[in-house]
């Protein structure tokens, strides 16, 4: 991308600069994505009449300002073969994914390989179409270890872009967490599907074993944060957090003394381990989930338990969305995985 000169109009004098910038700039054809202009300015490369200024800094009505924009930043994953997901769609701008129960979706501490991401750079999805040149909106698929060795590499100043080691990232499933997801091909499809879930436009129904009797459709709406007594789990009874909404709605019953119950549960907002947290609130624990729920006694419930293979009942069945560059409608469906459908099986002989 070329060097980029602006002037402060009257309505934007007394904005900061980066938001000025990411409202001025999305506009572009091949625009910058928000996470590229912090880094932009974090390295120096803009200025206001000449001075580099902050992110944060107000702008004045007449100031110039000069965007020298950076190559995209390399990211910090490895590309790694033999990683099993589905790919169910896939165009120039995304794709979906079918994410099995086991699978970390991008690296992080203890989970440096295997990763969803890992896959991702080895089935090279982030790599230009046939036929065309690399252009500045895809990440750079550049390793640590190629980075390392090259004479040229400089290592970047300020704090590291978490973009590194998550490109085309905008939502995870938990690893037990089975079903679809949608990924980036590119920074500024990236940004729009960012922008849907930040408004909670995104379509997510789920479909999970409850252990209990769910008569009646209910929204849990709570707040969310970590639990004060486990910093491994979250929970609705906080006094300080997010905002959570989940809409739960029963779909089959399992044994005459409601042992267990087929839900749907609706997200509107998607935090951390949200259906986990509400049904597990609701006394209504997911089948097979260790953190937020005890093993099961019943010896029908706990030979489902078994059947899972160490994972929570919980797969995500229907994503739907508005296409980040064709603006049209997405919609997908997967069917739970086999040991979701086996436990189901053994839940359909309770008497």
Known sequence: MPPIVLVVPREAAGARLDRFLAQTLSAMEAGPSRSELQRWIEHGGVTVDGVVKKAGDKLREGAKIAVEPEPPAPTDAIAQDGIDFEI???????????????????PARGH????LVNGLLARGVFDPPDGEEEIEERPSVTTKASRASSPDHVPPSGPPDLDRSRPGI?????????GLMV?????????????????????REYVAIARADVREATTHATLHGRDPRDRLKFSSKVKTGKRAVT???????????????????????????????HLADAKAPILGDALYGKPAKHPI????????????????RVLGFVHPMTGNTMRFESEPPPDFQLALTILRAIP
Request: positive net charge; contains cysteine; hydrophobic residues 40%.
């Open 247 to 277: 809409h739960v709605r029963p779909l089959e019953h399992f044994g005459a003394d409601g042992l267990a119950t087929l839900v749907s549960c609706r997200l509107e907002t998607g935090r951390t381990h949200q259906i986990r947290v």
């Open 112 to 115: 440096a390989s295997g990763t």
């Open 301 to 316: 419930l706990r030979e489902a338990a078994e059947a899972l293979r160490g994972h929570p009942a919980l797969h995500a």
């Open 170 to 178: 905008v939502h995870r499933l938990d690893k037990g967490t089975s």
């Open 88 to 106: 169910v769609y896939m165009d120039d701008a995304v794709l979906v994914i079918d994410k099995p129960a086991g699978l970390v979706v991008h």
């Open 183 to 203: 990924v980036a091909r590119h920074p500024r499809a990236r940004e729009h599907l960012k922008a849907q879930f930040q408004v909670h436009s995104i379509e």
